[in-house]
């Protein structure tokens, strides 16, 4: 695992679009095929994806995003046939790849609509590409909508035979999630490095950029983070090899904390290179645009969070994050958090999403106060900066009674819409202009 996260940050620092083929290919479509014995030709399908034949992972949904649980695209398993209805969007290299990995609600005799993994052909007759979705980023690879109607597989194709295909889904996602990190140090670490190297030369009078005190320290926060990254992967890792599988809360927390850094060390990068920073010349404004995705796909950052923050308040979970902080040696950060929270809403979204970033910066000390993820000089550099960071979050928790906040921002909003809605710059906002009729 380690040496593939390497090699996926290695590629990122390059090229976001090929870390992303990697991750894909391997991290989310492969391990649904290699759990999966039973289909046929299996190691032949194997071989060819390791010498070429893409394969594309096939979740997500017009009406089934963040919450993937509420797909749609039907399953009918009939005797020795699995007949697949349903449109899926954004799905990565799909129009290249030899293989589809898609996920459906199987319908037909005992089937009790449980969600299942299918091995699809590209070239099955009634699976259609129908558009290629131009993306702010990621541009090296495309992103399509796949149109099934009524795509007819052998029922051997079916992955998860008898059990609940959530699981391997699920367990994809999280490999995947760890491979969006990966991909989020890559990118930072090279935004970093080009901006030192302009900073180190251009000169702002009479001194080097690198030279004046606040860019000295700008430079010290981003490497700080990148410390941090790099040693929540470290044990994201350790886990996989210690347990088998990823771990959830840890694959989430990293996840987010990589892509959050990345586009906030990317847009820090621009900044500093001043106008070469928005020209596309330099690389450092094409990390900008394709370190974006890393906070959306494998759950986007509030979705992620407020799961973390679900699990550390709720009873059934606690256990679990209290074990995952037994053994990084910080049972007491857990304890601090629960201490914290007694008493706030355990449904109210802000504060699920507060809980959620105290699980993953409480995780991140975690790891950076064992020391055995990190073995540079500015470890405990990196760790004060994660106390830091938890402090400024405490500074601005939620309000354990938030109803009359809540009252005000719906009243803001909708002032602002009314004036706006009768202003002479007021757009028509039908979902032809907004474009969002494709995913209709
Ligand atoms: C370039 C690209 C490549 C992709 N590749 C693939 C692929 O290969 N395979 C695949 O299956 N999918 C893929 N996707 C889809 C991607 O995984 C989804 O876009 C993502 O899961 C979010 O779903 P959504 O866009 O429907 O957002 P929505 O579900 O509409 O959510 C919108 C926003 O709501 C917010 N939100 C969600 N939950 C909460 C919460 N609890 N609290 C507060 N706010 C919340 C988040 O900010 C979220 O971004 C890709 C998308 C893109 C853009």
Redesign the pocket.
């Given at each position: 695992m380690q040496e593939a996260i390497d090699l996926i940050a290695a590629t990122a620092s390059f090229d976001v679009s090929a870390a992303s083929t990697l991750v894909?290919h391997n991290f989310?479509a492969l391990p649904c095929i290699e759990a999966a014995p039973h289909i046929p030709e299996q190691r032949h399908v194997m071989w060819g994806a390791t010498r070429g034949d893409l394969c594309?992972?096939?979740?997500?949904e017009p009406g089934?995003?963040?919450?993937?649980r509420h797909i749609e695209a039907s399953a009918f398993l009939h005797e020795d046939r699995v007949r697949i209805s349903g449109r899926?969007?954004?799905?990565?290299?799909a129009d290249w790849a030899r293989w589809i990995v898609c996920f459906a609600r199987a319908s037909g005799p005992d089937a009790k609509g449980r969600f299942v993994g299918v091995l699809v052909d590209r070239q099955a007759p009634g699976l259609n590409v129908t558009h290629e979705?131009r993306?702010l980023g990621?541009r090296g690879i495309i992103?399509n909508t796949l149109d099934f109607q009524d795509v007819e597989v052998p029922s051997a194709y079916v992955l998860s035979r008898d059990q609940d295909g959530w699981g391997a889904a699920a367990s994809s996602m999280n490999r995947g999630r760890i491979g969006v990190a990966a991909m989020g140090l890559g990118a930072l670490e090279r935004a970093i490095q080009v901006a030192a190297s302009y900073a180190s030369h251009r000169r702002l009078g009479k001194l080097r950029m690198i030279e004046n005190s606040y860019i000295e320290q700008l430079f010290e926060q981003m490497v700080l983070r990148r410390e941090v990254v790099k040693a929540m992967l470290g044990a994201s890792c350790r886990l996989v090899s210690a347990q088998g599988t990823p771990n959830v809360h840890l694959a989430s927390a990293t996840k987010v904390l990589s892509s959050e850094w990345c586009g906030l060390v990317a847009d820090q990068c621009v900044q500093l290179l001043g106008g070469r920073g928005y020209d596309e010349g330099t690389p450092v404004a094409k990390i900008y645009r394709d370190a974006r995705?890393l906070r959306?796909?494998?759950?986007?950052?509030?979705?992620l969070l407020?799961h973390l923050g679900r699990c550390l308040l709720s009873r059934a979970t606690r256990d679990e994050i209290a074990d995952l902080f037994l053994s990084l040696g910080a049972a007491p950060v857990h304890a601090a958090a629960i201490e914290e929270l007694s008493g706030l809403n355990e449904t109210d979204?802000a504060v699920?999403?507060y809980a959620g970033w105290l699980t993953t910066l409480g995780l991140a000390q975690a790891v950076m106060s064992t020391g055995r993820f990190s073995a540079s000089d500015c470890a405990a550099a990196a760790a004060d900066l994660v106390s830091s960071e938890l402090a400024t979050l405490r500074s601005r928790a939620p309000a354990r009674l938030s109803f009359e906040g809540r009252i005000r921002a719906s009243r803001i909003l909708n002032t602002f819409l009314q004036d706006a809605a009768s202003s002479i710059r007021s757009p028509v906002l039908t979902d032809d202009y907004l474009k969002l009729v494709q995913y209709v």
């Open positions: 894909i989310l594309a992972f096939a979740l997500t089934a995003g963040s919450a993937p899926k969007i954004w799905i990565g290299l979705h993306t990621l992103q995705i959306i796909f494998e759950g986007p950052t509030e979705t407020s979204g699920l999403i």
